[in-house]
């Protein structure tokens, strides 16, 4: 029988909206690091991987991970003991996205979490290529390494801003303040003072009011106005709807949210209110360190993270996004918690 050292606890992905924990063997380091995790952000594209997954399948997802490098090889021998973050999404290196900056959309794109056994595990594999890429950041050392499990997600955030360019006196409207939208909301007001949102839910609503927002809207009937810069933050069908009805005259759109199933786009609204539409999706190591130095500076991120959870709460976490009557936003999964 192999020692329990020689183990570890994974949640496996086992089926369409299966999810199982139990002992498994661990992996080593192979060409690169092993990291001890420490914590593993549960994130609504987890949800849609378990919604979506195959039967029969297993696979240890989670692409949000903080750990500690507990072992590397020879090459990386210095690595040992740092606390890391992971940016995981591993370009080719050499297609067109790749060569011009963007490896988040290769043409051969791998992401750990996906493809590579990801976070929802005590200890996580992270190939060799990924340290020399720039995929492992080391924190900061005056960083919690629970508040860094967010960086992976305020970089798709940095992604999506870069994108929008926001001035100082540009208007932003958010629409839905989940863990991502109150991420939105937090980094758009660094950079300008007219950020609204829309949402549904009162106590996320008075959260980024908290946080930075000058209004917030429970729906669009509420006296919503059109901004400069509209940023769809949840997945929605409705809310690409609407942001594509409400956007004014030269106005700005970020697709944010992915939707399990896309929606059809009237194309005049683009083009008689000369519209810019843009998708972003994910983000780069370097947009990845940025975060970790935002995280750093702007200490109000924190507030994001609502819930830690053990792995027996992890199914129930993964089947529900809005909490109930509670404030729920960011949750992490606690791996050393059973
Ligand atoms: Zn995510
Ligand atoms: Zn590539």
Avoid at 98 to 107: A, E, F, Q, T, V
Avoid at 216 to 238: H, K, L, N, R, Y
Avoid at 273 to 279: A, K, S, V, Y
Wanted: one cysteine or more.
């Amino acid at each position: 029988m192999a020692k329990k050292t020689d183990t570890m606890l994974a949640s496996f992905v086992i089926g369409p909206g299966r999810m199982k924990t139990e002992r498994t063997s661990r992996p080593g380091p192979g060409d690169g690091l092993l990291l001890k995790t420490l914590y593993s952000g549960v994130c609504g594209s987890d949800r849609r991987q378990l919604a979506s997954a195959e039967a029969g399948q297993r696979k240890i997802i989670g692409h949000e991970i903080v750990g500690e490098v507990v072992d590397a090889s020879g090459q990386f021998a210095e690595w040992i003991g740092r606390r890391v973050g992971i940016a995981p999404r591993l370009g080719c290196g050499t297609c067109g996205p790749c060569r011009r900056g963007h490896p988040n959309i290769c043409d051969k794109l791998r992401v750990i979490g996906y493809q590579l056994p990801g976070g929802f595990a005590q200890f996580v594999a992270v190939p060799g290529e990924a340290v020399v890429k720039g995929n492992v950041v080391e924190l900061p050392a005056q960083l919690d390494a629970k508040v860094a499990a967010l960086a992976e997600p305020l970089s798709c955030v940095l992604n999506g801003l870069g994108l929008s360019h926001v001035e100082p006196d540009t208007s932003v409207l958010v629409l839905g303040a989940g863990p991502m939208g109150q991420m939105f909301v937090i980094m758009a007001r660094s950079l300008t003072k007219d950020v609204y949102v829309v949402e549904p839910e009162s106590k996320r609503r008075d959260f980024a009011l908290a946080h930075g927002a000058k209004e917030a809207f429970a729906s669009e009937s509420g006296g919503m106005p059109a901004a400069d810069i509209t940023i769809v933050a949840c997945s929605s069908p409705q809310a690409y709807e609407l942001a594509l009805r409400a956007a004014p005259p030269g106005g700005t759109i970020d697709l944010f949210g992915g939707l399990a199933d896309g929606i059809k786009i009237d194309s005049n609204y683009l083009h008689y209110r000369q519209l810019t539409l843009h998708g972003t999706a994910g983000s780069t190591p370097a947009q990845f360190a940025h975060a970790l130095r935002a995280l750093t500076e702007n200490p109000k991120l924190a507030d994001i993270i609502t819930d830690v959870i053990p792995f027996r709460a992890l199914p129930s976490a993964m089947s529900s996004i809005e909490g109930t009557g509670k404030l729920s936003l960011k949750t992490l999964l606690d791996p050393w918690k059973l």
